[in-house]
């Protein structure tokens, strides 16, 4: 029998087929891509803390990062059991209480709802220099990096009241004075008035009615020098051409310290007057005081109502509103109004205005405009531009119909808000300016999990459906290509079919830039999230790991690229970061980030890495095959072992159980040692490729049809000697005559010998 050397030089990741390329994986499990171009150990997970602070008992809903000032100030916020969300604070990372409780800008600190392990907990997005809050069912926060405070309003102020100013006695003259009411039956009014051009409210136009009075006559008391006026006496009512009734309406509206203004008031009652003695009049108006959001109040007034015979304009015939003036505290409860109707300023239109949604589940920033959804009525609402807590009345969206069910996602691109239904995926494209337009991109599949959805750099917006993983890409991107939706998840098969899909709404995702991953958590069936799924968009591969109990997970996006999550298992609790430092998960007294110097303690999950070829068949090249010889292809890391086992015809059983470890170095070659070696003369490196042969002649073999092979290490190994890398293999065997050759695949290369 002749000798062949079959190489697969590069291992590409898992493929769900029955007749996958040799250069595929049927297992890969705790296994992360290397740019290097092969497949090394992932790294694990440790409480932020390490061993400084007990999380016992501690549960986490939701986890939200949140920059200003150009990642100046970076916030890590999460919300906890009992509804408070608290900031995580590194400085008391040794001591003290490693998190800060947010309180409300008007004080106490706000309660909000415990979900359930089923639910979907509380969202957020980050706009203008703030964090928005929202979970459907409390009132929507909004967070400056300091404090936390309502978002938006709720409720209407109360209508203001007008009065027309009075004027009080100041000289002894005498002087006429006019009524009002054009019945006379009440005591005159002291009205206070102004001729000057520009000024005071009502009209000057040449029709009207008024009431005369007698002048007035002093009676001084001699006694005292005192006087008083007596009596006057109204005569008949005459027609003057100088006067004219006139009538106005005010409404109020509030404003927070971020400049978001309140819906209008219902209006205030008419204020009507005559114009008479060629006078203007000022009017006092009492505003309302808000509450302790409220810093400032804008008043708005209509031009006059009356015409120039007395007959009012009908509200149905449009009263408009106009811009008076802003009150710059919200203290003070009268003002005094005297401008002119010439001289107001712009029409407000009251459908420009509108409350922040209140039981809005999902929530998204989208060119400079904040986009909500999840509420009873299923409808996409947005804010005005610039205004994220302003939602116009007419801002809104009546996505798909009912067949698509209901709205479970928005996510924002560059280009394009995406919203996701049941069964439906929804793009708006436009700005404020131009308006937004909704276009339906498909009605069959759509997001099964909020959390799952993630913009992967090189793949396109990932997402998690109810078949499985998919990807939207194409024309989203301004590319000039048809946008599509295509199964990402197709290798996968056997992983995705573990989902628990009555619990996958739950299901968490984060973008590990650092590793170049995309990461998804799943429930799998009886358990909450714990079955980690990884997309390696570098290389395009899927693989594994198991025991990530992520209810909540978050990716810093900054320098650091920390990925850290909140942990659904109460015998790891907590918040945890994942690191290459060490190997294993949960290790009490070790933190990856804020110390690599603490000694393993104690171990929660072993975290072994297996990587497992598909099986491909030789019995389509060859009438017989005699495996003599494995040849590893690993990049050495000292003396860390590394296992090497094989199957044959898909046995359930390993063929090399007894096969020892091996280290990874080449034992026909001495390489110089860190600290001995000689500066310009020797290569140091701690780490190199090398070669591992293992003979396997000797052993007792079935015919070959199928092979398949398995690297992997011991359970016990520890952080120190953990470290493993794969970059391919080759198989030495014996072969009997050739077949009619058909390639399996190009990246299979037959040396003939």
């Known amino acids: 029998m002749k000798t062949q050397r079959f190489e697969v030089a590069r291992l590409r990741g898992i493929e769900d087929r029955w007749r996958a390329s040799p250069d595929s994986a049927a297992i890969i499990k705790e296994m992360s891509w290397d740019t290097y171009d ?81 639910e979907i907990a509380t969202q957020s997005a980050a706009f203008g220099g703030r964090m928005y809050f929202v979970n459907g069912i409390d009132e929507p926060l909004v967070y400056d990096g300091t404090s936390l405070s309502s978002a938006g309003f709720f409720e209407l102020p109360t209508p203001p009241a007008a009065t027309v100013v009075q004027r009080g006695f100041v000289n002894r003259g005498m002087f006429e004075i006019f009524e009002p009411s054009s019945k006379l039956k009440e005591k005159p009014h002291l009205l206070m008035g102004t001729s000057e051009s520009g000024q005071g409210l009502g009209s000057l136009s040449p029709k009207g009615l008024r009431g005369h009075f007698k002048p007035r006559t002093a009676k001084i008391h001699a006694s005292t020098s005192f006087f008083e006026w007596q009596d006057n006496e109204p005569v008949e009512m005459e027609t003057y051409n100088d006067a004219k009734l006139c009538g106005y309406q005010y409404k109020v509206s509030f404003v927070n ?145 009912v067949d698509s069910g209901k709205i479970t996602a928005l996510y924002a691109t560059n280009n394009a808000l995406v919203i996701f239904k049941e069964r439906g995926v929804y793009l708006v494209k436009g700005n404020a300016q131009s308006g937004f337009n909704a276009q339906t991109l498909n009605k069959d599949i759509g997001c099964a999990a909020v959390g799952s959805i993630q913009d992967v750099p090189g793949t396109g917006l990932v997402f998690l459906s109810e078949s499985g993983v998919f990807v939207l890409k194409g024309a989203l991107e301004n590319t000039g290509t048809p946008t599509s939706i295509v199964e990402l998840s197709t290798p996968i098969k056997h992983l995705v079919n573990r989902i628990d899909k009555s619990n996958m709404n739950v299901s968490v995702s984060v973008l590990y830039r650092a590793e170049k991953e995309y990461m998804l958590c799943v429930p799998t069936i009886g358990k909450e999230n714990n079955l980690l799924l990884v997309w390696h968009y570098e290389v395009g591969a899927w693989s594994f790991r198991e025991n990530y109990p992520m209810r909540c997970v978050i990716e810093t996006n900054d320098s650091r690229g920390h990925v850290y999550f909140g942990s659904n298992d109460p015998t790891v609790p907590g918040i945890h970061v994942l690191s290459n430092y060490f190997y294993l998960k949960n290790e009490i007294g070790y933190s990856a980030v804020y110390s690599q110097d603490s000694e393993t303690e104690l171990v929660k999950y072993e975290s072994v890495p297996i990587y497992e070829t598909s099986p491909f068949a030789f019995s389509s090249i060859y009438s017989s095959i005699q495996i003599a010889y494995i040849n590893v292809y690993a990049v050495a890391y000292g003396d860390n072992p590394l296992h090497v086992n094989f199957k044959i015809n898909r046995s359930d059983n390993l063929t090399l159980e007894t096969n020892k470890t091996r280290e990874q170095h080449n034992i026909t070659e001495r390489l110089p040692v860190y600290g001995k070696a000689t500066y310009g003369e020797d290569v140091w490196v701690d780490h190199r490729p090398v070669v591992i042969r293992y003979d396997v002649s000797h052993m007792d073999q079935p015919l070959v049809s199928e092979m398949s092979l398995r690297f992997t290490q011991d359970s016990d190994t520890t952080t120190d000697n953990g470290r493993m890398m794969i970059v391919g293999y080759s198989i030495d065997a014996k072969v009997g005559d050739q077949r009619d050759m058909r390639l399996l695949t190009d990246v299979l290369k037959v040396d003939k010998r």
Not at 50 to 58: I, P
Not at 342 to 347: D, Q, T, V
Request: glycine share 10%.
């Open 38 to 118: 092969g497949w090394k150990r992932a790294g694990g997970y440790d409480v932020v803390t390490g061993s400084e602070y007990d999380w016992t008992g501690f549960e986490i809903q939701s986890l939200h990062y949140y920059s200003i000032h150009n990642g100046a100030q970076r916030h890590v916020i999460f919300e906890d059991i009992s509804g408070q969300l608290c900031r995580l604070y590194p400085p008391n990372f040794t001591s003290g209480t490693p998190w800060k409780v947010i309180s409300k800008d008007s004080g106490g600190i706000p309660k909000r709802h415990k979900f359930e392990s089923s």
């Open 257 to 401: 310290k971020r400049g978001q203004e309140s819906p209008l008031s219902p209006s205030s009652d008419i204020v009507q007057f005559e114009c008479v003695d060629g006078q203007r009049r000022f009017v006092s108006v009492s505003i309302p005081v808000g509450g302790r959001n409220v810093v400032a109040r804008r008043l708005y007034r209509t031009a006059d109502i009356y015409d120039d015979f007395g007959n009012p304009i009908t509200p149905e015939k449009g009263r408009n509103f106009y811009f008076v003036k802003e009150i710059q505290d919200n203290e003070a409860t009268a003002i005094s109004d005297g401008i002119s109707d010439a001289n107001l300023g712009f029409i407000v239109d009251e459908n420009d205005f509108g409350f922040f949604p209140r039981q809005s589940k999902f929530i998204a920033a989208y060119k400079n405009t904040l986009f909500i959804a999840g509420t009873s009525d299923n409808l996409v609402r947005y804010s005005a531009e610039g205004m994220p807590e302003v939602f116009p009345r007419d801002n809104i969206f009546d996505i798909g119909d």
